[in-house]
């Protein structure tokens, strides 16, 4: 028994590292796709691709003046689409209405476009973009149990599950909320599902690998003297698995919110975590000259159970989503710094 014991630890100890050596072998080649038309870019898009082309529609910023000068925000409509890497940006068509921060996922049936927020109010209505033949088209699905801004989703077995956000513009409280829909069914509604073990949280990054969902990082939510929402920034991640339930995973090696979300993968038990904003600068003075978010990639290894650094993005986009496209993952526009968009279009390419 003692010898048999021995061996396993000595061949545990061989394997894993070998294991984590392999998967560090993926490397990430980034470049830039045609920017995203006009001068200053949006945060919270909704983002994907159908049928071969980016869909990249919606989403807000201050197109007058920066938030600290008194800027207001202005929320958008317009959907433009790349059928190329080397090609222009077309404006395809419009959503239902000016629109940003909900969750959009790609799927062959289209992009699905879930809940988000205007300059009033939060909503739980869903609609799925397909692009067919040159044509934009946008059909009705079934609405969210409550409206719903800032929260994350990934499709597992043609599944949309959907996790947090806020329920108002002006919430003192994140949601505990867990709903999914199976895509399977064009006739089904979202079911309310357990929760994780963990407190509610906003802007998190949810991610699918080795057959199960997760959800890491984001922002839990307080209240100052004024009564006023304070975001505390989490490092906490879960696994979810339908005949398991949740279970709590390492931690993050430092908090993580609004980074660009569903997190893409790397081989069979990968994924990574793209920059977001860690709090180290919360608040800082001037904001016009904010350093920005961290560019490092944290990845986790669900065999491990254990987070690594996986190099860097070029620049660090939050509030946006990830596209997988052609064979890459795309981060399209979204914030560089507080209140600060970007034009710029990144492409990750996996390179053995």
Same mark, same amino acid.
Not at 55 to 63: K, R
């Given at each position: 028994m003692r010898i048999t014991c021995v061996l396993s630890l000595v061949l545990t100890t061989i394997w894993l590292p070998s294991l984590a050596m392999g998967q560090s072998?993926?490397?990430?080649?980034?470049?830039?796709?045609?920017?995203?038309? /006009?001068?200053?870019?949006? !945060? /919270?898009?909704?983002?994907? !691709?159908?049928?071969?082309v980016l869909i990249v529609g919606g989403g807000a910023n201050f197109p007058d003046k920066m938030p600290w000068e008194g800027g207001n925000k202005v929320w958008h409509e317009d959907v433009f689409v790349l059928d190329s890497s080397d090609g222009t940006w077309k404006v395809a068509g419009k959503l239902p209405r000016p629109l940003g921060y909900g969750v959009s996922l790609s799927t062959d049936q289209g992009l699905v476009c879930l809940g988000g927020s205007d300059s009033q109010q939060h909503y739980d209505e869903c609609f799925v973009l397909q692009w067919d033949d040159g044509t934009l088209i946008t059909s009705a699905i079934a609405s969210l149990p409550k409206p719903c801004a800032n929260f994350c989703g990934a499709i597992l077995n043609n599944t949309l599950y959907v996790v947090g956000g806020i329920e108002t513009p002006t919430a003192t409280v994140a949601m505990k909320s867990f709903w999914s829909l199976d895509l399977r069914d064009s006739e089904s509604n979202w079911k309310e599902l357990e929760t994780w073990p963990g407190p509610p949280r906003m802007l998190a990054v949810a991610a699918v690998q080795d057959n199960a969902f997760y959800v890491v990082g984001g922002a839990s939510l307080t209240v100052d003297v004024q009564g006023k929402p304070v975001r505390k920034y989490e490092k906490d991640a879960y696994r979810y698995r339908a005949e398991q339930g949740w279970t709590r995973v390492a931690d993050l090696p430092r908090p993580v919110v609004a980074a660009p979300t569903p997190a893409p993968t790397l081989g069979l038990s990968q994924f990574l975590v793209i920059g977001g904003d860690d709090g180290m600068h919360v608040n800082f003075m001037p904001p016009a000259l904010h350093p920005g978010f961290p560019k490092s990639i944290l990845a986790y290894d669900t065999i491990l159970d254990a987070w690594g650094v996986h190099g860097q993005v070029p620049a660090s986009h939050v509030t946006t989503t990830v596209v997988p496209w052609r064979g890459g993952f795309v981060i399209p526009s979204g914030e560089i710094r507080p209140g600060v968009r970007s034009t710029s279009v990144w492409i990750g390419q996996p390179q053995n």
């Amino acid at each position: 028994m003692r010898i048999t014991c021995v061996l396993s630890l000595v061949l545990t100890t061989i394997w894993l590292p070998s294991l984590a050596m392999g998967q560090s072998e993926i490397a990430l080649h980034w470049s830039e796709l045609p920017p995203l038309p /006009g001068k200053i870019g949006v !945060a /919270g898009p909704f983002a994907g !691709a159908h049928n071969g082309v980016l869909i990249v529609g919606g989403g807000a910023n201050f197109p007058d003046k920066m938030p600290w000068e008194g800027g207001n925000k202005v929320w958008h409509e317009d959907v433009f689409v790349l059928d190329s890497s080397d090609g222009t940006w077309k404006v395809a068509g419009k959503l239902p209405r000016p629109l940003g921060y909900g969750v959009s996922l790609s799927t062959d049936q289209g992009l699905v476009c879930l809940g988000g927020s205007d300059s009033q109010q939060h909503y739980d209505e869903c609609f799925v973009l397909q692009w067919d033949d040159g044509t934009l088209i946008t059909s009705a699905i079934a609405s969210l149990p409550k409206p719903c801004a800032n929260f994350c989703g990934a499709i597992l077995n043609n599944t949309l599950y959907v996790v947090g956000g806020i329920e108002t513009p002006t919430a003192t409280v994140a949601m505990k909320s867990f709903w999914s829909l199976d895509l399977r069914d064009s006739e089904s509604n979202w079911k309310e599902l357990e929760t994780w073990p963990g407190p509610p949280r906003m802007l998190a990054v949810a991610a699918v690998q080795d057959n199960a969902f997760y959800v890491v990082g984001g922002a839990s939510l307080t209240v100052d003297v004024q009564g006023k929402p304070v975001r505390k920034y989490e490092k906490d991640a879960y696994r979810y698995r339908a005949e398991q339930g949740w279970t709590r995973v390492a931690d993050l090696p430092r908090p993580v919110v609004a980074a660009p979300t569903p997190a893409p993968t790397l081989g069979l038990s990968q994924f990574l975590v793209i920059g977001g904003d860690d709090g180290m600068h919360v608040n800082f003075m001037p904001p016009a000259l904010h350093p920005g978010f961290p560019k490092s990639i944290l990845a986790y290894d669900t065999i491990l159970d254990a987070w690594g650094v996986h190099g860097q993005v070029p620049a660090s986009h939050v509030t946006t989503t990830v596209v997988p496209w052609r064979g890459g993952f795309v981060i399209p526009s979204g914030e560089i710094r507080p209140g600060v968009r970007s034009t710029s279009v990144w492409i990750g390419q996996p390179q053995n």
